[in-house]
């Protein structure tokens, strides 16, 4: 992996946020900021945390080799849902096997 600089503007271009949205999610000054991104300093980890926190990813997916923590994010993004929401998923995943004949209707007796 490239240095922590580098890994922290990827991910927050990845993000679609900008320098100035990610120092005030993360509740850091900007030249702390601007300092990490260009490697001039290296963060701590607390502050290396409140970025993760704003970036909206964990430590260990920061350090992770996987280049695409936005897609890995909306992988997940289903199994976030409240349960209600998923039930809703569920049923409609439901009809449509039956609908298209995948799946065939039980028969209660």
Do not use: W
Not at 7 to 28: D, F, P, W
Not at 40 to 64: G, Q
């Amino acid at each position: 992996m490239n240095n922590v600089g580098n890994r922290v503007v990827a991910i927050r271009q990845q993000k679609g946020l900008s320098q100035y949205k990610l120092y005030q999610l993360a509740g850091i000054s900007q030249a702390t900021l601007s300092d990490i991104e260009s490697s001039k300093k290296v963060p701590t980890v607390t502050t290396l945390a409140k970025i993760c926190k704003a970036l909206e990813i964990s430590l260990s997916d920061f350090f992770a080799e996987d280049d695409n923590i936005a897609e890995k994010q909306n992988n997940n993004d289903i199994d976030n849902l409240p349960d209600h929401v998923q039930k809703e998923l569920d049923l409609a995943r439901e009809f449509i096997l039956y609908k298209y004949g995948i799946k065939k209707a039980s028969t209660d007796k």
